[in-house]
């Protein structure tokens, strides 16, 4: 198998570009790495495209590998043929490999293994073939009675021979896979109710849909209440037409005159095939589902990790709660914690004069910016007393809602308890809520990304595949940002390239007994960064007022030299680039011609571009382009909205049916894709992502289901 021929094919790239990315990354490179760093050699591929090339490269390897496992298995037995090699070679997927091997593959006991054992397979022979009566068969099968094998009449003589028949047809590669494709061509998914007591699963009550074109989030929704007991769940086929497709397979023109062999066939299809292959086409329309709702996840969780940071503000964080009081955290602006306490405003202590005495006294002593207050539990209670409490504060302070989830995942791991040993695990989950505000990159990488919950049904999937795609796009992010080498944890440290959890420990501890990175060599004396890890990561790490301005750039240490010779050629210094006076250098590139410039000092172009946008904006960070929160004083609810109002919202989740939109009313409304614009879309994430600012009216209020209909057709008409 031409594995790369395969993949230039199906990714429509040029050879050379297949060949270079397929080198780097046998090489023990990093998809970040290749992705900024090795342009040259991939054209410019950006790090989604060489995660799904690299995904399918691994997939065609496990098939080639597979496919020499099934070759010697089926040789040892001494039964490979021409016919077999031949198959096994133009396999293109797992699937078809398995189907190959299925006949050989060591079974438990089945009714076909034991008829053989009895002798029948002669006899199993005779049926398959179409010149011998039935009668005949009927005659012969009188010979095999042996009430010692447990065979007493010619009627289980023949039922063991027939067992023999169906299996064989069973195990019949090509006659599994068009079968296969008549349930994915013709198939229904259907689903009816177990129960009569309603449920979210109401509308699968009486569920019909086509195989081909059933949507992923219906897929999962049915996985779920089938799961939950509330559906029973099976695919329709015409039965008649399978039928006929194997009747016209085994030459059976006439079912009365082969009457045995008829049998073996509806008890091959009912018994074997059907169960099988409907099982396989559930596992087949999961695993899409599933791949579907990952890239809804993926770039839901993608938006929120570059969500700007709120820089130089002293924030305090409220973790709602209503029994045991709202944990409440001041940290200044490094993230320091400054001050905990506990109030408690909402039921069933209601002490609001007393919680709002503390709060203003918490706001004057440290000079607090912006509130941040999460989401979950009795975060409406707390909007609305904090709304009110800022009217007797002469401070301009703001509030901001943040999203909780995994606040909690934090503050009862091994690293909040690290970080925090002698705080409670709520306090923890307080300092959490407000550091998320700070830098949400920072804080949210310090949790499983399962849990960010941003995506749906996130519980109901494969959860390796689903923390492998996660944590892709978590290193990603990491490393399109970069990191403060002289502040980052270890946490976020991890997921720069190159860099295990035993590396970023280590560097964090160097940096402990040093006291600060003056600059990038230094990493060579951290403990186990050997120099693949350094190249791997140097480029990802920022040291702010080190040694060399390079050091604050995306500028790799390999170009530095280059960058140099580009910075003398335009007439510039370090200390221009320090002080951001290089205004002029587009003009100056666009003079020299940057393709003159890139052979001059011999670099390739898209780096030499990558060099010239850090020089003209060191220590940038790419998530100051982006909207920040929108900051709050006061508070709305469910019952002042009218159809027709319009408001701004904050996008909280993206889902494959639309978009949910926090409009300030505590439950969030849902702009279904059908509204989401004055076109048809396709994909909501075509419209919106995660932390979008947009422009809603509302059409419908449900207050009793809580439910909002939210639309965004029409608004600048």
């Not at 409406?380 to 009110?388: G, K, M, S, Y």
């Amino acid at each position: 198998m031409d594995i790369r021929s395969i993949l230039q094919k199906e990714f429509k790239l040029r050879t050379v570009q297949i060949n270079n990315v397929l080198e780097l990354i046998d090489a023990g490179n990093t998809i970040p790495f290749i992705a900024r760093y090795r342009k040259e050699m991939t054209g410019s591929l950006d790090d989604q495209v060489l995660r799904e090339l690299n995904e399918r490269y691994s997939y065609l390897k496990n098939l080639e590998t597979r496919k020499q496992d099934v070759y010697r298995l089926i040789e040892e037995q001494g039964k490979m043929t021409d016919e077999i090699s031949q198959t096994i070679t133009a396999a293109i997927t797992l699937q078809e490999i398995e189907d190959i091997y299925r006949p050989y593959r060591q079974k438990r006991r089945t009714r076909a293994i034991i008829a053989k054992e009895k002798g029948l397979e002669p006899l199993a022979a005779l049926i398959l073939l179409d010149s011998v009566p039935d009668d005949i068969i009927e005659n012969k099968a009188a010979d095999y009675i042996d009430p010692e094998k447990d065979l007493n009449s010619v009627d289980d003589v023949l039922q063991g021979a027939r067992d023999i028949v169906a299996e064989d047809i069973s195990d019949n590669a090509s006659i599994r896979k068009e079968i296969r494709n008549i349930f994915h061509d013709q198939g229904i998914v259907e689903s009816k109710g177990k129960k009569e007591e309603d449920s979210v699963y109401r509308l699968y009550y009486d569920f019909k849909e086509p195989v081909k074109s059933i949507v992923s989030h219906r897929i999962l929704a049915i996985n779920r209440g089938e799961k939950e007991d509330f559906l029973k769940v099976d695919i329709s086929v015409p039965e008649e037409k399978i039928h006929s497709f194997l009747f016209d397979s085994y030459n059976v023109t006439n079912t009365n005159k082969r009457k045995h062999m008829v049998a073996a066939i509806i008890d091959a299809y009912k018994r074997l095939i059907q169960p099988s292959v409907e099982r396989e086409i559930r596992n087949e329309l999961t695993e899409k589902a599933e791949e579907q709702a990952m890239v809804v996840f993926r770039e839901n969780l993608r938006q929120l990790l570059m969500q700007p940071p709120v820089q130089n503000r002293v924030v305090l964080g409220i973790d709602p709660a209503y029994r045991t009081g709202c944990k409440v955290c001041v940290v200044d602006e490094t993230g320091k914690v400054l001050a905990t306490t506990v109030i408690y405003p909402t039921p069933p202590q209601s002490k609001v004069q007393e919680a709002k005495a503390v709060l203003i006294a918490l706001i004057d002593k440290f000079n607090v910016d912006i509130i941040s207050i999460g989401n979950g539990t009795a975060s409406r209670e707390t909007e609305i007393f904090v709304a009110d409490m800022l009217k007797e504060v002469k401070k301009d302070v703001s509030y901001v809602l943040v999203n909780e989830a995994g606040a909690s995942v934090y503050s009862a791991s091994k690293l909040g308890a690290e970080e925090f040993p002698d705080f409670d695990v709520s306090l923890r989950s307080a300092v959490s809520i407000a550091r998320r505000l700070q830098d949400p990159l920072a804080e949210l990488v310090k949790i499983d990304p399962r849990s960010i919950g941003v995506g749906q049904y996130q519980h109901d999937m494969n959860q390796k595949r689903l923390s492998e795609t996660l944590g892709g796009v978590v290193e990603d992010v990491v490393n399109k940002v970069g990191v403060d080498l002289n502040t980052a944890s270890a946490s976020l440290l991890s997921y720069v390239s190159g860099v295990n959890k035993s590396i970023a420990t280590n560097i964090v501890a160097y940096r402990e007994s040093i006291g600060r990175f003056k600059n990038r060599k230094e990493l060579m004396k951290v403990p186990k960064l050997g120099p693949k890890a350094f190249e791997q990561c140097a480029g990802f790490l920022r040291i702010r007022a080190g040694n060399n301005v390079l050091d604050n750039t995306a500028v790799h240490p390999e170009s530095y030299e280059a960058c140099e010779m580009l910075l003398n050629k335009l007439g510039y210094t370090q200390d221009d680039v320090m002080n951001n006076n290089l205004s002029m250098i587009d003009l100056l590139v666009k003079k020299f011609n940057i393709q003159t410039l890139a052979e001059q000092i011999n670099i390739g172009e898209p780096t030499l571009r990558d060099i010239i946008d850090e020089l003209k904006k060191p220590g940038r960070d790419p998530r100051e382009e982006l909207p920040p929160p929108m900051l709050k004083r006061d508070v709305l609810e469910i019952t002042d909205l009218k159809p027709g109002m319009v408001l701004t919202g904050t996008v909280r989740n993206v889902a494959d049916f639309g978009a949910f939109v926090d409009i300030g009313v505590h439950q969030d409304g849902l702009v279904h894709i059908s509204q989401l614009a004055d076109r048809f879309v396709k994909n909501p994430l075509e419209v919106v992502s995660v932390g979008d600012i947009v422009t809603v009216k509302v059409l419908e209020i449900e207050p009793d289901r809580k439910r909002i209909s939210l639309t965004m057709r029409g608004i600048n008409a």
